[in-house]
């Protein structure tokens, strides 16, 4: 198994700009998660999928939009990139067995710069 | 709002020591958490997940939980160089959410 996988690596944009990032797990679990980490501060929750169609928002997240059409994907869209928005994303997954005991599974993540 | 609190650090101990991590959150409600260890430019990965008040053994990971206190707090015995990393404290708050805490930055000295 590949786990979670995040392309691309790393993306500068310019201000105005829009992006997908694309997150993949090959381990047929039911809850994804888009994660954005800024340095020095923990993981922030900008929005979560507990099943194909169904996703809502985390903790931050105005400047993004998410779709969750199958199983497997769950692309995080960037639309008129700030610079408020650099930071690294990591995406993971849980089965989704429990919420509240689910490991989540992270993928390398995807550093992006806004300028 | 919902937080998770922990020293920045870097907490440094020398090798073979044992090395203490500690984490305080706001949430009565939250009732698992979870240690997660992140090598630098690296993901998360998780270490531990405790449930019930008391300890936890796993290996060399020992993770304390006190629900009166709101406290959590990880044990690493016998410490390696290979330890040093940043080590998150998350708390599952419900609706699907954990709340992570920005990290302790662990050094290990050979």
């Known amino acids: 198994n590949a786990g979670v996988t995040q392309t691309p690596k790393f993306r500068i944009l310019k201000i105005g700009q829009s992006m997908t990032l694309q997150c993949t797990q090959d381990m047929n679990h039911n809850y994804m998660y888009w994660y954005r980490q800024d340095p020095g501060m923990g993981l922030k929750l900008i929005y979560y999928?507990?099943?194909?169609?169904?996703?809502d928002k985390g903790e931050v997240p105005n400047g993004y939009n998410v779709s969750r059409s199958t199983t497997e994907d769950f692309p995080l869209r960037l639309e008129l990139a700030a610079p408020s928005q650099t930071s690294v994303y990591f995406c993971a997954s849980s089965y989704g067995y429990r919420a509240d005991l689910d490991e989540q599974y992270f993928g390398p993540g995807t550093r992006l710069t806004v300028t | 709002q919902k937080e998770v609190e922990q020293n920045s650090g870097p907490l440094s101990v020398p090798e073979g020591a044992i090395a203490s991590l500690n984490c305080t959150y706001s949430?009565?409600?939250?009732?698992?958490f979870f240690w997660y260890r992140q090598y630098s430019g690296k993901s998360p990965e998780l270490i531990m997940s405790i449930y019930s008040n008391g300890d936890k053994e796993d290996g060399r990971f020992t993770a304390q939980l006190n629900k009166a206190s709101q406290y959590v707090s990880l044990l690493i015995r016998d410490s390696q160089p290979s330890d040093s990393a940043t080590y998150l404290c998350?708390?599952?708050?419900?609706?699907?959410?954990?709340?992570f805490g920005a990290g302790t930055r662990l050094f290990v000295k050979a």
């Open positions: 998350a708390a599952y708050t419900g609706g699907f959410k954990t709340i």
């Open positions: 949430d009565r409600v939250s009732q698992s």
């Open positions: 999928s507990v099943g194909a169609g169904i996703t």
